[in-house]
């Protein structure tokens, strides 16, 4: 590891150190921690095991029996206020004999019968004005499950920010837990405010407070001015502690440099009492403090953990991947690498202690947050033994770590990278690129003249003429501004990575990683924030109005309405995870009329050029299960080979993710759909009764 080593840091005690090297001599040579958190047949985490894998061991369904499959049921998302473009990005959960969801903007919790999808009861939060401010009020993306002296315990954080504790049972508040909450319609037990905790200490809430004459107003939550944070994911239950992230305002809406900052919460599961607070922009004395120059880190906000966590229970740590800090588009007010943003944490479930972390992007300015839950596994790397996490990334790079050391498992470089060209801007001369696995796709290196498209010699060409008007760079070639003086249209920056809607799946019995991904080419200017900033719009938090803020578009075209670079254009790959190799790869989705249909295309064949957007997919015994945004089929794949084996219809095209348990006897594999005919909602199929 080169470079600033404040981007990768460990702070292990060295007893500690000493006591998780005699854990290694003692384990057994099939793994480290063989606890994933999910009984076999059941899906307690929301992506399926505490390890984030979407790994399920179930086989009644097989290659054999999968065209076989039928409709058990279908389940309605517009039956709770769902929006009707919405997609529907909440997996449910399967625990104990039911089924757990969250739907609609009001984030209602849902458990369901798991062999008919008929409603056993439903939870509510109380209306708020905080609900009515938050930015993403359809984001839930499922429940966390604890057990608390034997008791079933649901755990919900809503848009609102309150943390809330349910009978599993029941749906009701749990008694004797959290705080009272001073706003009518809300119990006297089995919910806590999250806000008030993160704003305690909070430098410009206490001037506020102090200097403003302010008082806290529980239902409309901070005042504007000091900003506003919400939630997407659930809390994560992890030896007996709920670990609780936030997220606040997409960059590409904020205008102003001052937020909240998305501290990381913990709370007893059992009493609902705080137990700590880690403060993702460090505080004078802390660890990164300086990395936030300007002043940066009094006033501004993100860093927040929007993606699903994942821990290891006996190593009783939690993994927590986090977001760039307040508008991601341009770093000026905030000149420094800004721990920690855009870092992959280990944090210590009992204290909140950092055992150790790495930051993936320095100064991000260009939205690379860390969109997708990090993975644990347990890896064999050069006949060694290693208890490992790995996490993906926007820019279709992986990170793999010694989970419990932090050291990566193969070499990270600091590499040079262009620099900013935007008046007052600030960028970092260098960015870490992990030297294997290798990148999704090769155009995170730039787009080269062997990447171009090349189906004619006249498309070639055109596509080569086109790149003239343009300056085409790696993943991190700086944004330009609207107005510059350059003799070229735009910046352009290639990659080809994950996302939320396209999340990895791990399969632990053969450490392989399948990750969907396709090349893409992006600009997208700066303009002044004054020329943006909209005082009424709800998404307006802060004070100062920043120099410089997200502008229009400005991509590449290619020639003809084609893309610029070569087919395939969306893909589905497998990693050996011990070796850090892909092994295969496969074209994914039906390629659209306009391209199958094309003049400049006839007579060849492009059925191996994929398309329609990203698959996502999680695997089941010898299955791995795939959909995608455009098709309305589910498919079943060899997972040592990506080679189609069985197909059935599904109502619409399927959506963020899927899940699969075992009830009664019988395997379903549960599906999240969406569009118009069925808005976020899911289709449950099974074999013939």
């Known amino acids: 590891m080169t470079g600033d080593p404040q981007r990768f840091r460990r702070a292990i005690p060295a007893a500690l150190v000493a006591f998780a090297l005699g854990v290694l001599l003692v384990l057994p040579a099939t793994g480290y921690a063989q606890d994933r958190g999910t009984p076999d047949g059941e899906w307690h985490y929301q992506s399926g095991d505490a390890w984030g894998t979407r790994y399920s061991p179930l086989d009644q369904i097989n290659a054999q029996n999968f065209n076989d499959l039928e409709i058990a049921w279908i389940f309605r998302g517009d039956n709770f206020g769902q929006v009707p473009t919405a997609q529907s990005r909440s997996t449910p959960s399967y625990i104990d004999g039911v089924l757990y969801t969250v739907s609609g903007e009001r984030r209602t919790v849902v458990a369901m019968d798991p062999a008919t999808g008929e409603t056993l009861w439903v939870f509510r939060e109380p209306h708020t004005e905080r609900w009515e401010r938050s930015m993403r009020r359809n984001y839930g993306k499922g429940v966390s499950y604890g057990e608390v002296d034997g008791r079933g315990v649901i755990y919900i954080q809503t848009p609102a920010l309150f ?102 919460m913990a709370y007893d ?73 855009d870092t992959l944490l280990a944090l210590d479930i009992q204290t909140g202690e950092r055992r150790w972390h790495f930051q993936t992007v320095c100064n991000d300015q260009w939205n ?47 590499r040079p990278v262009a620099q900013t060209q935007v008046p007052g801007n600030w960028t970092s001369p260098t960015q870490p690129w992990p030297t294997h696995p290798e990148p999704f796709e090769p155009t995170a290196y730039g787009l080269t003249d062997e990447l171009v498209i090349d189906l004619t010699p006249e498309l070639r060409e055109e596509a080569l003429e086109i790149m003239q008007d343009y300056n085409i760079g790696d993943l991190y070639m700086p944004r330009l501004h609207v107005g510059h003086d350059l003799d070229v249209i735009n910046n352009i920056r290639c990659g080809g990575g994950l996302n939320i809607t396209n999340v990895p799946t791990f399969d632990p019995t053969t450490n392989i990683m399948y990750v969907s991904h396709g090349p893409s080419c992006g600009g997208g200017y700066v303009m002044p924030g004054e020329d943006a900033d909209d005082p009424d719009h709800p998404a307006t938090t802060g004070r100062t109005i920043s120099q410089w803020v997200a502008g229009p ?24 995870m011990n070796t850090g190799e892909r092994l295969w790869w496969v074209p994914i989705g039906e390629v659209a009329d306009n391209i199958r249909n094309h003049p400049a295309l006839a007579g060849i064949d492009t059925s191996e050029f994929g398309g329609g957007g990203r698959s996502i997919q999680m695997v089941a015994g010898d299955l791995l299960l795939t959909t995608g945004y455009t098709e309305p089929v589910l498919h079943a794949r060899d997972k040592s080979t990506g080679e189609i084996v069985g197909e059935v219809e599904i109502p ?37 009764q």
């Open 163 to 264: 943390l809330w504790a349910l009978d599993a049972k029941t749906g009701r508040p749990l008694e004797n837990w959290g705080r009272p909450v001073d706003i009518e319609g809300f119990p006297e037990t089995g919910v806590v405010d999250v806000f008030e905790d993160i704003l305690e200490g909070f430098g410009p809430w206490e001037d506020y407070l102090a200097g403003e004459g302010g008082s806290w107003d529980p239902n409309h939550g901070p005042p504007r001015e000091i900003g506003y944070i919400t939630s997407s994911s659930p809390p994560i239950f992890a030896n007996g502690v709920v670990v609780v992230g936030s997220n606040g305002e997409q960059g590409y809406n904020q205008t102003r440099v001052e937020n909240i900052p998305n501290d990381i």
């Open 269 to 341: 599961a059992a009493t609902g009492e705080t137990m700590w607070k880690f403060h993702v922009i460090p505080r004078p004395g802390e660890v990164g403090h300086e990395t936030w120059e300007n002043d940066a880190w009094y006033w501004s906000g993100g860093a927040s953990s929007w993606a699903p966590m994942t821990a290891d229970l006996e190593q009783g740590v939690v993994y927590i991947p986090t977001n760039p800090g307040t508008i991601d588009y341009f770093g000026g007010h905030r000149p420094g690498c800004n721990l920690f943003t």
């Open 368 to 414: 690379y947050d860390l969109p997708t839950a990090p993975i644990i596994a347990d890896l064999t790397v050069n006949g060694e033994q290693v208890p490992a996490v790995i996490q993906t990334t926007k820019q279709g790079l992986t990170f793999t770590f010694n989970r419990i050391t932090g050291e990566p498992v193969w070499p990270i470089e600091d």
């Open 553 to 576: 578009g400005g991509g590449i075209a290619g020639p003809q309405d084609l893309p610029i670079f070569k087919p395939p254009w969306n893909r589905l790959s497998a990693y050996d």
């Open 652 to 688: 619409v095209p399927g959506q963020y993710g899927m899940m699969s348990y075992m009830h009664e006897g019988n395997q379903y594999i549960v599906v999240q759909i969406g569009g118009m005919e069925y808005p976020s909602s899911l289709v449950a199929l099974r074999l013939p």
